[in-house]
């Protein structure tokens, strides 16, 4: 009983068996926690990809609900609603399960598979297009609100030269992760608006809008769109539905983003505690001693725990 | 603050973390030779510090 508790005092309590510092505080013993920190980033990497299907992101989006979000930012920007289009809406279903087959994370995919002809090959003529992808949120509302933080997103979103847009929400297995994929595609086709009822449209062209050509092309000109946010609401349009509800059902899944960043608060609150009891015993015993100063250790772990909490999960493209 | 406003940025918060390991190093050894105790072990122990910060903060960032 004795023994342990001195080995404990010799991990955490500065005393002449530590050299003044506790043995955890050492450098060689940080080394091993940040050892064990990669180590455990790599089990969660490699865990999924070994058939151990315990983690992904659990999601919970409705297009429609993505569409109405997108028709209220556009309505706050003063610019008019987007009409839903099935035949968009079958392209971008198209993209995302021609990523999750292929794992990749692209506009372009890695066969030089340009983005708009998926547009193409849902009979969509467009004269204007554009695309956002998203992946690993949870909610319509935080997967909006990352593109409209995005200022390349945000002129997609709100360019007044679209007036249709299909969404799919798209879950499947990601490199060996199950992930939820969000595909928008916004388009503005020849022949006024009727894509509902017939296949032809737009196509995409990454975070920019493509030049008006007479034909549709495979191959359209990117050029940065030009926006006029008006301050002026204009009435928010709930359009179509969608022919495919997309039901996201959630799932009891572990996140490899919530598992990261529960390891990693453990570790830093681990270490600033220890820290702590440092700073206490040498300024008890009054020990002076060669080395860093504890309170800066203490203040930078410190940031960089606000900076674990604060982050989210999810990226964009 | 930063690490707010791109949070979907996964390249601009690396360079966030990195940035503030680095800047920590630095503040470590210039604070030590001002006070003129700075020894290899005291540079060893900020670097090391660094290292961890940067390690956790990219785990978490990559790991999204």
């Known amino acids: 009983m004795v023994d342990y508790a001195s080995k404990l005092s010799h991990l955490f309590i500065p005393g002449y068996s530590n050299n003044h510092k506790a043995k955890v505080l050492h450098p060689e013993s940080i080394l091993v926690i940040i050892f064990l920190v990669i ?48 035949t968009l809406a079958s392209a971008a279903k198209a993209k995302g399960e021609d990523m999750l087959a292929k794992d990749y ?4 995919a890695p066969d030089g598979t340009e983005p708009w002809k998926f547009f193409t090959d849902a009979g969509y003529k467009y004269r204007y297009a554009g695309e956002n992808l998203a992946r690993d949120f949870s909610s319509a509302s935080t997967t ?28 499947g297995d990601f490199n060996g992760v199950d992930t939820t994929i969000v595909v928008q595609l916004f388009g503005k086709g020849y022949g006024d608006n009727i894509a509902q009822a017939i296949p032809t449209s737009s196509a995409v062209a990454g975070n920019a ?12 000109t990117k050029v940065l769109p030009t926006l006029t946010p008006s301050s002026t609401p204009t009435p928010m349009v709930i359009i179509a539905k969608s022919g495919t509800p997309p039901t996201t059902p ?8 919530n ?18 009891i440092d700073i206490f ?11 860093g100063r504890a309170f800066a250790h203490m203040a930078f772990l410190g940031m960089i725990l606000i900076i674990i909490i604060i982050a989210r999960a999810g990226q964009i493209l | 603050m930063g690490f707010t406003f791109v949070s979907y940025d996964t390249g601009f918060r690396g360079a966030i973390i990195i940035a503030s390991a680095v800047s920590y190093l630095a503040w470590g050894v210039i604070h030590h030779y001002l006070h003129k105790d700075l020894y290899f072990v005291v540079f060893l122990e900020y670097l090391i510090i660094a290292f961890f910060g940067a390690v956790i903060g990219l785990s978490l960032i990559f790991s999204s």
């Open chain 1, 250 to 257: 959630q799932k009891t899944l572990v996140s490899p983003f």
């Open chain 1, 209 to 220: 809008n493509t030049v008006p050509t007479s034909m549709p092309t495979a191959f359209p």
């Open chain 1, 259 to 276: 598992t990261t960043k529960g390891v990693s608060i453990v570790t830093i609150v681990f270490l600033m505690a220890v820290f702590t």
């Open chain 1, 105 to 108: 994370w692209a506009h372009v």
């Open chain 1, 39 to 86: 180590f455990s980033q790599y089990l969660i990497q490699t865990f999924p990809k070994s058939g151990v299907r315990v983690l992904g992101y659990a999601a919970n989006i409705s297009v429609d609900e993505i569409i109405r979000l997108t028709n209220q930012k556009r309505a706050d920007a003063g610019v008019q609603s987007l009409s839903f289009s099935a």
């Open chain 1, 281 to 291: 015993t040498v300024s008890r015993r009054k020990i002076a001693r060669v080395g």
């Open chain 1, 144 to 171: 909006v609100d990352a593109w409209n933080a995005s200022p390349s997103h945000k002129e997609n979103m709100l360019s007044g030269k679209y007036d249709e847009i299909g969404v799919a929400v798209v879950e």
